[in-house]
């Protein structure tokens, strides 16, 4: 990969690159992200395979996830990770992963929400880099969860962490932290979302300092991991 910009050489225009992503990335949910919170009675540590642990594939979104808490809390990970990709900027992708793993009902307000999103994200710079083959970098990262109610039929998950987005030229790669609450109802046999309310924050502050590379050394170490699992 050759050498990005220098911080010096962008100036503010990259700043306002990444300011304009931030309402583009509530629309698109990217309160995708899932990790790990305290159960308001007891710690709960966040399961989260590197396969996600779903019994099969549709669409590309992991399904088939237990009729438990835990399995409950994984679904809304796979899920989420599914729609931190820059697949789903593909034509007719993110329609086929919303059908996936959304109520009937709520499919078409889920689309609604993320369609404009997707396509300011796939006509900007993302877009426009993952067309030249630049580098891109676009994926959630799990902090935790908090199971808020759970039955058989129904699942309240809050989730918080956050999402990386950006490429090896043109938009450097910054974190945007948030926290969902997702509304999972058990139907047909299968974990689906019935409604997300996602917002930004609460953002820690960085404590450590940017490498020679700044922020676009994050693609260098960022594109090579594999995720792992948390044991439950």
């Known amino acids: 990969m050759s050498r990005a910009p220098s911080r ?41 395979p590197a396969h996600d642990g779903g019994a099969g594939t549709r669409a590309g979104v992991p399904v088939g996830f237990p009729r438990t808490p835990t399995g409950a809390a994984t679904a809304v990970a796979a899920y989420q990770r599914s729609f931190a990709s820059p697949a789903i900027l593909r034509p007719g992708v993110l329609r086929r992963r919303i059908e996936a793993v959304a109520t009937p009902d709520y499919v078409d307000a889920m689309l609604a929400a993320n369609s404009p999103g997707a396509q300011r ?34 699942a309240q998950i809050l989730t918080w962490g956050f999402t990386l987005l950006g490429n090896a030229a043109t938009v450097e790669p910054a974190a945007y932290f948030g926290i969902t609450h997702t509304l999972l109802l058990w139907s047909e046999g299968e974990w689906k979302i019935a409604e997300t309310q996602a917002g930004f924050g609460p953002t820690p502050r960085l404590a450590t300092p940017p490498g020679p590379l700044g922020p676009y050394n994050v693609l260098n170490v960022a594109t090579r991991l594999t995720s792992y699992a948390l044991a439950p």
């Open 8 to 48: 010096a050489a962008k100036g503010r225009g990259s700043e306002t690159q990444l300011k304009r992503f931030a309402p583009i990335l509530v629309a698109l949910l990217l309160g995708f992200l899932i990790g790990r919170a305290s159960a308001p009675t007891q710690s709960v540590p966040a399961p989260v």
């Open 121 to 154: 994200i796939a006509s900007g710079p993302i877009g426009a880099g993952l067309a030249k083959g630049l580098q891109t970098l676009y994926a959630a990262v799990p902090v935790g969860y908090r199971i808020e109610s759970f039955s058989p039929q129904r």
